[in-house]
T-cell receptor, first 115, second 109 residues
Framework: DAMVIQNPRYQVTQFGKPVTLSCSQT?????MYWYQQKSSQAPKLLFH???????NEADTPDNFQSRRPNTSFCFLDIRSPGLGDAAMYLC??????????????FGDGTRLSIL | GQNIDQPTEMTATEGAIVQINCTYQ??????LFWYQQHAGEAPTFLSY??LDGLEEKGRFSSFLSRSKGYSYLLLKELQMKDSASYLC??????????WGAGTKLIIKP
């Protein structure tokens, strides 16, 4: 089945130790998103790619970086994780930015814990 | 600023009907989505409204009034598996999805 796959489901890292989360999609969608979601809060958009065009949200910390080497893959790099970065990280895709009635498709998420 | 308001938590009984409300103030409007999110899992798409009125999909229906900046999600014949958070999200004029914090729905037997 076509889908959005995130690895790993659970990631534990040490305070200040760089970590990379990955996302792949078989939907051939143009847009890929990274969200951060903390308990009982709305998903917070960190950035998105439209094809290779990178769009950073104004309030996304510099500590967060992203790479999209090809249509199928997108990575979230956290350079120096702090305790406040512990959260669920959601990857999503959509066919286009002007999605009309097309929903975003989410992966299962990666839950990041910081020791 | 942009804002989506939903009740934080609701409780309902198995087999009953529940209505989850959402009000929004956004820069433009290009549609409203409802997503279901079980604890520790990703959101899954439930419905999309862009025109005023009611959209029915099985046990779930979603209503939109653009003039009032208001939507609701109606869940009928509630089942225990419907216990989840329900998130309202609006596509603004820049086609950015503005999310509500979600309504946690607790179903009791």
């Amino acid at each position: 089945d076509a889908m959005v796959i995130q690895n790993p489901r659970y990631q534990v890292t040490q305070f200040g130790k760089p970590v990379t989360l990955s996302c792949s999609q078989t939907l051939n969608h143009n847009v890929m998103y990274w969200y951060q979601q903390k308990s009982s809060q709305a998903p917070k958009l960190l950035f998105h790619y439209y094809d290779k065009d990178f769009n950073n949200e104004a309030d996304t910390p510099d500590n967060f970086q992203s790479r999209r080497p090809n249509t199928s893959f997108c990575f979230l790099d956290i350079r120096s994780p702090g305790l406040g970065d512990a959260a669920m990280y959601l990857c999503a895709t959509s066919r286009d930015l002007e999605s009309g009635g097309q929903p975003q498709h989410f992966g299962d998420g990666t839950r990041l814990s910081i020791l | 600023g942009q804002n989506i308001d939903q009740p934080t938590e609701m409780t309902a009984t198995e087999g009953a009907i529940v209505q989850i409300n959402c009000t929004y103030q956004t820069s433009g409007f290009n549609g409203l989505f409802w997503y279901q999110q079980h604890a520790g899992e990703a959101p899954t798409f439930l419905s999309y409204n862009v025109l005023d009125g009611l959209e029915e999909k099985g046990r779930f229906s979603s209503f939109l009034s653009r003039s009032k900046g208001y939507s609701y999600l109606l869940l009928k014949e509630l089942q225990m598996k419907d216990s989840a958070s329900y998130l309202c999200a609006v596509l603004d004029s820049n086609y950015q999805l503005i999310w509500g914090a979600g309504t946690k729905l607790i179903i009791k037997p």
